[in-house]
């Protein structure tokens, strides 16, 4: 099983992506988690993606579909693939078809998840993850059971994305619109596309997306 998670920052898409991991076992590829961890490693591709995350630009698509492609060829065939934030735009799509095929993969589904524009800057600006495990919180809609203490890894440190402030957001949100909103159309074609309200609780989310999934 293979399968797309679209929708603006800030609709779920990591939450959602994270629950898939532990409750289906599959493995959930992120190339904004990819291009943070090479910000942070100081790599060629870190290098170059930094200021243009910084100011929530899209990064190229060379460099994103080449992160897809290592990540996919060093995975395990049996592992199905949740991808997180790409593509976003029609050329990574197009892109993806092609790095699916060379592993024998198939596209099963395209999750569209539909949230209020005005409910996006305040998910995002609440938004903090683990430090160690990179579980996701929010300041409002998902704290630890304990305060200060991760749920799930017990660490007690914390950080917020330079990139999670009301400014960037709506760089962000306009990249959305203006180029991964369009590529909407091209998956309809082949009727894998769903819609799930993204406004509802994390639970139903995750209960509607199960649904589809298991068709
Ligand atoms: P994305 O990966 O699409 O950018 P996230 O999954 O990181 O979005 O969610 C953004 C923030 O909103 C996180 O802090 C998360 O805890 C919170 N969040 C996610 N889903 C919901 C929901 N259904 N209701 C309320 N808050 C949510
Ligand atoms: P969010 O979860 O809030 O939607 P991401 O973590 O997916 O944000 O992406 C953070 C930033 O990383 C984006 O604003 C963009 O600069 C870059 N990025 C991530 N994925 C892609 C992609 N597929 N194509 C181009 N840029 C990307
Ligand atoms: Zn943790």
Do not use: W
Request: proline content about 4%; aromatic content about 4%; hydrophobic content about 40%.
């Amino acid at each position: 099983m293979n399968i797309i998670l679209l929708g603006p920052p800030g609709a779920g898409k990591g939450t959602q992506a994270q629950r898939l991991v532990e409750r289906l076992g599959m493995r959930q590829l992120s190339t904004g988690d990819m291009l943070r961890a090479a910000v942070k490693a100081g790599t060629p591709v870190g290098l170059k993606a930094k200021a243009v995350m910084e100011a929530g630009e899209l990064v190229s698509d060379e460099i994103v579909s080449a992160l897809i492609s290592d990540e996919l060829a060093a995975m395990g065939d049996s592992t199905g693939a949740i991808f997180d934030g790409y593509p976003r735009t029609e050329a990574q799509a197009v892109s993806l078809d092609g790095i699916l095929e060379q592993h024998g993969r198939k596209l099963d589904h395209v999750i569209e998840l539909g949230v209020d524009e005005d409910a996006l800057v305040e998910r995002i600006t609440g938004r903090y993850t683990c430090a160690k495990c990179g579980k996701g919180y929010h300041d409002k809609f998902e704290r630890p059971a304990k305060e200060g203490v991760c749920d799930k890894c017990g660490s007690t440190e914390f950080k917020r994305r330079p990139d999670d402030n009301e400014e960037t957001v709506r760089t962000r949100m306009a990249e959305y619109r203006a180029k991964t909103a369009p590529i909407l159309p091209f998956y309809e074609q082949r009727g894998i596309v769903s819609r799930v309200d993204g406004m509802a609780e994390m639970d139903a989310v995750t209960a509607a997306i199960e649904a589809i999934l298991k068709g």
